[in-house]
């Protein structure tokens, strides 16, 4: 974009999109707001506008990402039901992970707000470890903290084998509820 200019209004909603669409990995919003001088919090609202549209963002631990149409083969999507303590939580994403299996998302139900839902988006053991250091890193709690563990997670893998291996290897190490 232009040098110390500020890209306004449709044309920054634009060039977010674009670039979201073009993107292979996530961006995150203080790169957009770098790339288009305004602010993180400006793109914040500039994505809220976009998905408002019905654009199928998701703010991911990571960045933004355009989730594009699947084409070709379906994946297979499940939810499955996890309990365990934080300090397991490295160990659950990774027997996802090991077995081909995308965590996408990680939901509870809360006492006062209902249901809340937060992307994970991780499908190897990389992104596995850098979604729990930005977790470390920024003090965040984890969801399944606020239900005593209990918690969901939506997952989606190429086959259903691939699925049933993940969960056989939760049960094993006491993870899944049945």
């Known amino acids: 974009m232009r040098d110390n200019e ?3 209004g449709e044309e920054r909603l634009q060039f977010i999109l674009d670039t979201l669409k073009n993107a292979s990995d996530p961006i995150a919003g203080r790169a957009l707001g770098e790339m288009t001088n305004v602010s993180r919090q400006v793109i914040v609202g500039d994505v809220t506008l976009l998905k408002a549209k019905g654009e199928p963002i998701m703010a991911t631990s990571r960045g933004y990402i ?3 149409p699947q084409n070709g083969p ?3 999507e499940k939810v499955i ?3 365990h303590v934080a300090e397991q939580t ?3 994403l990774n027997i996802f992970v090991d077995n081909g299996v995308t965590v996408k998302d ?3 139900e809360h ?3 209902g249901d809340l839902t937060a992307s994970v988006m991780v499908s190897n053991r990389n992104e596995v470890k850098n979604f729990l250091k930005k977790i ?3 003090n965040a709690s984890l969801l399944s903290q606020l239900t005593e563990g209990i918690h969901l997670h939506t997952v989606f893998a190429d086959n259903e084998q691939q699925i049933a291996q993940a969960e056989k290897a939760l049960e094993k190490a006491g993870i899944l509820v049945k």
Do not use: A, R
């Open 6 to 8: 500020k890209v306004l």
């Open 66 to 68: 355009y989730m594009h």
């Open 74 to 76: 379906q994946k297979l």
């Open 81 to 83: 039901v996890c309990n």
């Open 90 to 92: 490295e160990t659950e």
């Open 106 to 108: 990680v939901k509870i």
């Open 111 to 113: 006492p006062v707000y």
């Open 136 to 138: 470390y890193e920024t």
